[in-house]
Nanobody
């Protein structure tokens, strides 16, 4: 099994930046795709970004050009650098791992507000 722990969320003003981290357990981290999803209150959980073991990336149209996903396999950690944040980015952000089964972290709250 994979355990995922997100951190780095918080309150930021529009136009600001935040970096989320997802620490994963297990040596299998090196070979599995990782992703970030988010869910706003009353909304469906939506895809944000993903990264493969060879560091190929994919982004939702809503965040492309503003967010960057990366991974440090030596630290078993995935990052989401979020720049030019907008109020509509406000959500709980979840880390995801897919080993054939989906694993989710507990989520970290990101609030973009003046």
């Amino acid at each position: 099994q994979v355990q995922l722990v997100e951190s780095g969320g918080g309150l930021v003003q529009p136009g600001g930046s935040l970096r989320l981290s997802c620490a994963a357990s297990g040596r299998i981290f090196r070979i599995i795709p990782m992703g970030w999803y988010r869910q706003a209150p009353g909304k469906q959980r939506e895809f944000v970004a993903a990264i493969t073991s060879d560091r190929s990336t994919n982004y939702a149209d809503s965040v492309k050009g503003r967010f960057t996903i990366s991974r440090d396999n030596g630290k078993n950690t995935v990052y989401l650098q979020m720049n030019s944040l907008k109020p509509e980015d406000t959500a709980i952000y979840y880390c995801n791992a897919n080993t054939g089964s989906n694993y989710w972290g507990q989520g970290t709250q990101v609030t973009v507000s003046s």
